[in-house]
């Protein structure tokens, strides 16, 4: 059974930074598609950053250049590490996996809980 376990998020102030990760556990695909996506109360969710079988990142237009996506295969762990936090980057994120290399092949098979940022003013 897979099982994907968001942790770091925290409250900070802006201009701030955190890293959040996910450990998947049962999961068996770390060479397949992975990536964060976010939830702010009365928002849909959206997606943050994806990295792929291959190690491309593709970045939302609102994190680029501030947030990186990253994983360990060895430790089975994605990462987003956040710079330059704003109010707006307040929300749940959550962790997503495929079981394809190439994202946008097929959806999110599976989640994580969320780990919730909030960044002040």
């Known amino acids: 059974q897979v099982r994907l376990v968001e942790s770091g998020g925290g409250s900070v102030q802006t201009g701030g930074s955190l890293r959040l990760s996910c450990a998947a556990y049962g999961y068996a695909y770390m060479s397949a598609c992975m990536g964060w996506f976010r939830q702010a109360p009365g928002k849909e969710r959206e997606e943050v950053a994806t990295?792929?079988?291959?190690?491309?990142?593709k970045y939302a237009v609102a994190v680029k250049g501030r947030f990186t996506i990253s994983q360990d295969n060895a430790k089975n762990t994605l990462y987003l590490q956040m710079s330059s936090l704003k109010p707006e980057d307040t929300a749940m994120y959550y962790c997503?996996?495929?079981?394809?290399?190439?994202?946008?092949?097929?959806?999110?098979?599976?989640w994580g809980q969320g780990t919730q940022v909030t960044v002040s003013s």
């Open positions: 997503a996996a495929a079981s394809w290399r190439l994202c946008g092949a097929g959806p999110f098979n599976y």
């Open positions: 990295i792929d079988g291959t190690g491309k990142p």
